[in-house]
């Protein structure tokens, strides 16, 4: 069973819209949430973290969280084609330390 | 902006041999991490130290592997006698606190098992 679940894409994108991107997790019990941007054949680079329900906001970048539906998103706003990666949602499950990743979701953003 | 450093970026080795990548940790972080992405999959968990001991490990970090933190700077990662299927990029992490607390993850080490 899966942990934590993404669509992986392609997402396609045009350039000054909006990109959304979503997961969802198994765990009920999970109390982090993070979004990482990881380029091809780079490391992943924190984006958004958010611990609870609601909407966090950071520049073009929202993250959403709703715990009672075991859901998270990422807004961006004003794509732009450096915004062109894989997004990963990670999660801290119920006591661990550890961050569960998912597939991952491959945003290309179209000129 | 303080950061993560792995060495080295690239490691290739002979299937057997051991093999130990390093990581300098942001400095005043405490919680350090080891994952590893194998080409094309998602990035997977093998274990996390503190307070010089593992506090949580993966089913994947069995008794070939063994991280130390040999002094106040660095962490490493041994993989004692390598396979082939250790062919990965190797990423380390490291956190200021142990849970509601971002990760952040150095450059990776691209480790090729021959």
């Known amino acids: 069973q899966k942990e934590v679940e993404q669509n992986s894409g392609p997402l396609s994108v045009p350039e000054g819209a909006i990109a959304s991107l979503n997961c969802t997790y198994s765990d009920r019990g999970s109390q982090s949430f993070f979004w990482y941007r990881q380029y091809s054949g780079k490391s992943p680079e924190l984006i958004m973290s958010i611990y609870s329900n609601g909407d966090k906001e950071d520049g073009r970048f929202t993250a959403q969280l709703n715990k009672a539906s075991q859901y998270v998103s990422l807004l961006i706003r004003d794509s732009q084609p450096s915004d062109s990666a894989t997004y990963l949602c990670a999660v801290n499950g119920r006591g661990n330390e550890k961050l569960t990743f998912g597939t991952g979701t491959r945003l290309t953003i179209i000129p | 902006e303080p950061e993560v450093t792995q060495t080295p970026s690239h490691q290739v080795t002979q299937m057997g041999q051991e093999v130990i990548l390093r990581c300098v940790p942001i400095s005043n972080h405490l919680y350090f991490y080891w994952y590893r992405q194998i080409l094309g999959q998602k990035v997977e968990f093998l274990v996390s130290?503190?307070?010089?001991?593992?506090?949580?490990k993966s089913e994947i970090f069995d008794d070939q592997f063994s991280v130390e933190r040999p002094d106040g700077s660095n962490f490493t990662l041994k993989i004692r006698s390598t396979k082939l299927e250790d062919s990965a990029m190797y990423f380390c992490a490291s956190s200021g606190g142990r849970l509601n607390q971002p990760q952040h993850f150095g450059d990776g080490t691209r480790l090729s098992i021959l």
């Open positions: 130290f503190y307070n010089n001991e593992i506090s949580e």
